[in-house]
Every structure is written in C-alpha cells, then in structure tokens.
C-alpha cells in the first residue's frame, strides 16, 4: 500500500468551476508539500503546511493531522491551472515521499 | 536570483553507456536532493545531501547509481552501465536546511536506447 494516495487520479473540469483535489496518507507527519508540475516543466512549491489552512491567491490547502488527510482547493479555475498536481511529505528530516499526482484539465 | 539549474535538459544514450547529470542549487542552500520521475508517477528519492556528505542514499536503486557533491554545492549523479529501465527524468533540489521547502530544478529527461 502507497504511503501516501491521491485522488482523482485524473480530473477534467470547465473553466471557473471549484476544483478540490485530495490527499490521505497512511503515517504520522509534521508538515505536508503541495507542488505543480506543468508538462515539460519543473516542480513548484505551493504549500508547505502542518495545520489548519494556507490561502494563496485562489489556491487553498487545508490539513488535518489527525484524520491524515489534506485538500487542495482552486477556486475561479482557469485553463492555466492545468497541470499535475502532487502532494508529498517529509520522511524523516531528508527525504520527500511523493504522492502519484493529479492530473487537473481546466477547458476554456 | 536564479534558481536550480540542471544539465543537460536532455540525455539520449545507448544501454551500456556512462552518464553524468550535474546540479547546481541555489547558492546557499546547504541541502540537495535527487529525484528520480517515471512517466505518469510522482518522483521517488535516490539520495540527499547535507553539505559535502551524503546523508542518505537510501533510494539509489543499485550500485551503478552514485552521486557526489565535493565542494559542498554542485552535484553530479552518475549512472554506471545505463540500462533501458533507467530512462526516467531526474529531478534535483535544493533548500536551506532540512524540512524547509525545496526548489526543483527543470530535470534532465534521460532516455536509454
């Protein structure tokens, strides 16, 4: 079993629709990533976060430690959202596990 | 500033060949990461390290994967005997420290024939 599983695999919605992507993972963390990934490009950072809520600009993550399980919210979505999105955390203090991402389609 | 830069971007060798993918972080940051990505997967750890030493190399799949970084900035991972099952690309980061946020360089795709 992955330690850490996303869902939906894959999501295709229309532009300006809400977009919730999801995160549960199986082991105790201190804090949790969110990262993009466009096609052909590198990964960005969005969040880091190990409670409660972040808000930047109209992306959301939220967290719950202890239910192990995190969202990523886009509100107003926009064809350039599209892109994979991937939730990870820290194993130990040196290494980041990877969830399997998302792919996010947002058609004009 | 500038960010994490990778070469080369991209990486054609044939099966059996020696290839090295060379990092540079972000000038201060002491902690450097590879990663490696299969297509339609998120990336998996190969090694981190902490200044000049590797401080885990845990996720290097064999022992034709190795990686240095002498001076304490630039990293070279090098790939012994290439084999088809290795074309992946590989992603490096950096960060300050430990359990900061890592910046990811653009990846070099590297493809076996």
């Known amino acids: 079993k992955n330690e850490v599983e996303q869902s939906p695999q894959n999501l295709t919605a229309q532009e300006g629709e809400f977009i919730t992507i999801n995160c549960s993972y199986s082991v105790g963390i201190s804090a949790l990533h969110w990262l993009q990934q466009h096609p052909g490009g590198g990964i960005v950072s969005l969040f880091m976060?190990?409670?409660g809520k972040k808000k930047h600009g109209r992306l959301i993550a939220t967290i719950n430690i202890q239910e192990k399980h995190s969202s990523l919210h886009i509100t107003a979505s926009h064809p350039r959202d599209s892109a994979v999105y991937i939730c990870?955390?820290?194993?130990?203090?040196?290494?980041?596990?990877f969830g399997q991402g998302t792919r996010l389609t947002i058609n004009p | 500033g500038a960010g994490v830069s990778q070469t080369p971007s991209n990486k054609v060798t044939e099966k059996g060949k020696y290839v090295e993918l060379r990092c540079d972080p972000i000038?201060?940051?002491?902690?450097l990461y590879w990663y490696r990505q299969s297509l339609g997967q998120g990336p998996e750890f190969l090694i981190y390290?902490?200044?000049?030493?590797?401080?885990?190399d845990s996720g290097l799949p064999n022992d034709r994967f190795f990686a240095v970084r002498p001076e304490g900035s630039v990293s070279t991972l090098k790939i012994q005997r290439t084999e088809r099952g290795d074309s992946a690309v590989y992603l490096c980061a950096s960060s300050p420290g430990t359990y900061n946020e890592q910046f990811f360089g653009p990846g070099t795709r590297l493809t076996v024939l």
């Open positions: 390290f902490q200044g000049t030493g590797a401080a885990d």
């Open positions: 976060l190990s409670s």
């Open positions: 000038s201060g940051h002491t902690a």
């Open positions: 990870a955390f820290y194993q130990g203090a040196q290494k980041l596990v």
